[in-house]
């Protein structure tokens, strides 16, 4: 598939660029050029935005700003200032980079509403540039720059030949970058940010910086494509390039085409351009704004994964179509031949929206669990109890309080090599909590914590996960829109050992085979049932490489040959070596499964050693059964 | 009054109860005890109408209140106290207890039914105005139940009332539920403190695991062994 | 204009703009949605109290009766559609931005996107002034101050002293409980939804009594009504206010100082420094104390 790609770009490229020195063989008027031209542009700049929000999910109304960067840096270095055209465009990227970076470091460190923000951040920049190019006489000053026509080779000539070369290696460039970066460990981290960022950061993404690559990359194409945008106006307006056009055109553009894929956004940049262009020729221009409108929200409602994956669902038949409406409509010579274009693929994505196509079958077998057995591999009891050895994990007189309420009023508590500590307690005793300091994601509010000797307490959590503490959630987090094998080969590739995209995918099967989903490698998460999704959180966790792994409640919700299967996981994960702290409710399986067992109890250590005798302690039993009054 | 049989609930697609099956009478205290994690919140939100059930019915005065939601459940006569509070933080103790009054049955009565809560509780008169943010968690327990009355329920749905709080506090909350009932509201407890709540019940269900496991009077499931078993695991 | 007639009619105008957050914010705080069309709402607002003046010579102010119904309908039935579809957060705020340009387009094409304005003998507000002290500020500005600032104090005064109001505040702070007390909150969601258009309407009616009506005018406001919403507080009335009063100040010297157009650079940087240390908003309500 990765081949196939590039091999597809390189066509296309090449058939493309020769395109101008065809054109008296083949016969075909300039417009088409021009034309082209345009939906390469838009290609770009739609590419361009969907690398930040439609890959890492965060949303930007701002492609103008960037686009506007690029522009007006042409505008000045190489209008005003009389340098190289091409100086102007590579400033017009960098700066529009640099902008990039700015908002970037605004907005991605926040801890609640990052999202949400980060939107209203970039609604609002476009309009601020405006202000200050109006404002600025050096840079605009209100009236417009008017942009010369630069030099270029010869054989390139007329203009629009050489402009459209252009068009063709930015646009060449935005896609190249787009589907290298799936084809990396950086387009994947950007995936798992999109699904879930806390817990991605849980697995050692580094989280912001991958934002702000693909904020950069961002800005620098978005500036690119604005700044040869510009070589092609002989004008340029604060009001005619700050506006609400580019902004919303690579929305609809981007999710029309569909997000995930790499050329998702190219082909809504064909659609909406080719659509635009011809409600213009027919007079319409008036009600392009408001259909993009109504496509967006209704996007938005009803197919939010786009084109690419519905078409993908289909290929033949919507390719099928679309041939069969341009060769029909040529036969019967029914307009234009880009009104035929416009028309077929109106029809192709009709068809390619309709319920149905070829499902991917995703599960390929039963499993264990869905035999009601107990998933085979190294026999839990064959394998020795590991000794226990140096400490790992020390929590000292930890406390944490929300408000006015204490979580934790000063625990202190030690995990060593090769134990399997059991932490109980009854409703609101503390042990979430605790679970939530130790992963660093929340930070106490006194005491210290260290990991293998380091001090954790304010360190991001993808460094604790590096250091050696991984953890499962209470209610499973996976990835959703990566198959359960990506979703473990994602911790590989951020984990202690980190390998390259191909190489943890590979390495994946082992995880998924120790927890017995090894069948269900290619499917979703959301065709999964919930002990399966257990399962996957702990497959997930351990490919971290751990040396101690927090469990959270991860028994919650189950049936009891559910419960039996879990519980020969826990242990054969146990004596594979790593050292477990399991937080449970169920006290029986805590019993079963832990050397030394610790109980809370209103954010206090109540009780601490071997599980039978904890759990004879009267303390313990009072606090659990509770206590007649006076008794 | 207050008759659930076979409920299936469910929180996605984790199963929280199988089956379960329960009645409570006018006036009667009934309990409904087990281990962390057995369901028994997800009981109390299912019957109150904030969370749906899948499968089975939940009939309260002879309506079937199955899959009603939670604004018109309160009508039916059934009122809670959340597990953990749940005041209205930023509101003051005046305004909580009026809002429990909301719904259109309660509100032709809004008076009566303060009085009866200050009666209950004569403290809550003179911090009216206090935020209920800033009570402590015993007086943010009163205020819960004194909501719950103002809807004036013939149910009360009573969720951990013990939780957090220390011992003499929980004493006066358990007075409180013992003159509920003998008002003639009767009450649905789910309790993680065993003894005390079988203490006061008539009787009780034992929920363990999502299912029922026990039921019968209060006393007999105090003394039996299968409570320890559930509780403990031992 | 002098340093302090500067900053005052900063703070005039800074009013006007909390009117607008506070349709934003309240929406935002209670019912979780980002709803861009409000600014559609105002915009159209403005313009059908243009429009009504212009044809049937209605005194402009007087237009709001009927277009404060209108813009309710239109507010109550934009989130009806929000919960009938359970949009969430991130959702509204794409939905409500295509349902924003729509309206812009609509605008457009009825009005065209030249410059607007009513004639001064339907308008007469646009020309007249009042002197207060040193000061001169014109009736257009001072009447916006007025119905802002009236609006927000009757919108604080409903969610604190009245029963529906202290049930829509029970319905921000915790929906699943007050859903259990009998609180409806698809009945509450659409009716704030519906007054918080009502207010758009008004807004717009103001707007058009002092400004040349143009259809791209909510992109002009957005920055600086965001930066109010922000620096207020999400869902808190009073320090909406206290936020766009501050802003306006901001601005009123920053333009008196420098230029006008630097004005959204120095608001735009409180914000950010605003998001940094204290993302909650500067005017906490009093129960956070």
Known sequence: MRDRGWVVLAVGAAALLALPFLRDQLGFPVFYLVFVSGALFWAAQATSWNILSGYSGYFSFGQGAFFGVGVYSLAFFFARRGLEWWVGVLLGGLLSMLLGLILGTIAFRLRKLRGEIFALLTLAIPFILVAVVRLSRTIDGGQGVGIPVPSYPDFLRPFQHFYFVLSVLVALLALSLAYAMRGTRYGWALFAIHDDEEVAEGLGVPTFRHKMIAIAVTGFLGGLSGAVFALNLGHVSPEGTFNLRVPLFVIVMSALGGRRHWAGPMVGAVYIHTLQNRLAAAGFEGWSLIILGAVLIALVLFAPDGLMSRFTRRPWTVTGVLAGVVIAMGLVDVGQPVDRLAVAMLVAAVTAFLPGGKKRRARVGETATTLGGVVPGPDGEGMPLPEVGRPLVTVSEVAKSFGGVDALAGVSVTVSEGELVGLVGPNGSGKTTLVNLLSGALPPTSGSITVDGVDIVGMTPHKITHLGLARTYQIPRPFLTLTVSDNVAIAIMFGRDPKGLGASRDAADAFLAMVGLDELAHAYPSEINLHERQLLEMARAMATGPRVLLLDEALAGLNPVEIDNAIAVVSRIHRSGVAIVLVEHLLRVVNQLSTRMIVLNQGLLLAEGEPAKVLSDPDVVTTYLGKRPNA | MLEVTGLDVYYGDAQALWEVSMHIGEAEVVSVVGPNGAGKSTLVNAVMGIQPARQGRIVMDDVDITGVPGHRTCRAGVAIVPEGRRLFPALTVGDNLDLGAFNKRARQHHAESLEWVYALFPWMAERQTQHAGSLSGGEQQMVAIGRALMARPRLLLMDEPSLGLAPLIVDEVFEVIETVRAEGVGVLLVEQNVQRALDISSRAYLLSEGRIVMEGPGQELAESPEIRRAVLGV | ?289
């Open chain 3, 1 to 289: 204009m002098n340093e302090l007639q500067s900053i005052v009619f900063g703070v005039l105008t800074g009013s006007f703009f909390a009117l607008i957050a506070l349709g934003i914010s309240l929406a935002w705080g209670f019912l979780k949605v980002i709803n861009l069309s409000h600014f559609g709402l105002v915009l159209i607002g403005s313009y059908l109290t243009f429009q009504l003046a212009t044809s049937t010579g209605m005194n402009p102010i007087a237009t709001v009766a009927v277009t404060a119904p209108a813009m309710f309908a239109l507010g109550a039935l934009i989130q009806w559609g929000f919960e009938r579809f359970e949009v969430s957060e991130l959702n509204s705020l794409l939905i409500s931005y295509g349902i924003l340009i729509i309206m812009i387009q609509v605008v457009q094409n009825t009005w065209s996107a030249d410059f607007q304005r009513m004639d001064p003998g339907v308008n007469p507000y646009f020309v007249q002034s009042i002197a207060i002290g040193q000061l001169r500020f014109p009736v257009p500005t001072l009447l916006a101050a007025g119905f802002a600032i009236a609006l927000v104090l009757l919108a604080h005064y409903v969610l604190e002293k009245t029963y529906a109001g202290r049930a829509l505040q029970a319905f921000g702070q915790d929906r699943q409980i007050s859903s259990a007390f009998g609180i409806d909150h698809r009945l509450l969601g659409v009716l704030l939804a519906g007054a918080t258009g009502a207010s758009g309407a008004i807004a717009g009616m103001l707007h058009a009594l002092g400004q040349t009506l143009s259809p791209d005018a909510p992109f002009e406001w957005v920055g600086r009504v965001f930066a109010i919403v922000i620096l207020g507080g999400i869902g808190n009335v009073t320090g909406t206010l206290y936020a766009g009063l501050l802003v306006g100040a901001v601005a009123g010297a920053v333009t008196f100082i420098w230029s006008a157009s630097v004005a959204p650079l120095v608001v735009f940087s409180l914000v950010v420094l605003a998001l940094i240390f204290r993302p909650q908003g500067l005017f906490l309500r009093k129960a956070e104390h």
